[in-house]
């Protein structure tokens, strides 16, 4: 996929891959944006349900604005396939943060952190969305501590 193009968006690299799908860095060719497209395995394409669970998916994004919570620019489906096209947050898993810089989060900045990740789900909560894989490998933490 690297090199390939999905709407206006050129793939530059692999971030992740998942169970189903997988996620590419992306920089838009005229806005000089970098976007993460989160591709779904073509071995999914022909099933209706997992079609569906990703097209909710880009639903329930869509309608999340909030400064902690990754914002959906876009949602592609054509003959190549279903994309995702997701702001870039330039940070490190919650997981591997403590892991690789801060060690165990002193009481002050779990309290900034905590205070982050709470808000972003009492938002979710209140436009009625449950995120049902809470796990700091989800959590991205960015340079300034910002969630």
């Known amino acids: 996929m690297i090199g390939q193009k999905i709407g206006q968006y ?3 690299r692999l971030l992740g891959e998942g169970g189903m799908g ?5 920089q838009h060719e005229t ?5 993460a497209i989160k591709m779904l395995l073509p071995q999914y394409l022909k099933n209706i349900e997992v079609r569906t669970r990703f097209k909710n998916e880009a639903a ?20 190549s396939g279903m994309y995702l ?14 892991e690789k810089v801060s060690g165990i989060l002193n009481e ?12 972003a789900f009492g938002y979710a909560h209140q436009q009625g969305v449950v995120h ?4 700091p490998s989800n959590i991205l933490v960015t340079e300034d501590l910002k969630i």
């Open 10 to 12: 050129k793939i530059t």
């Open 22 to 26: 997988t996620v590419y860095l992306a």
């Open 31 to 35: 806005m000089n944006r970098d976007a």
């Open 60 to 79: 329930t994004l869509e309608k999340l604005v909030h400064p902690n919570i990754v914002r959906l620019f876009d949602y592609i489906e054509d003959e």
């Open 85 to 98: 096209i997701m702001e870039f947050v330039r940070g490190m898993p919650l997981d591997e943060y403590m």
């Open 108 to 119: 002050d900045r779990a309290l900034i952190v905590m205070e982050q990740i709470l808000g």
């Open 132 to 135: 049902r894989d809470i796990k």
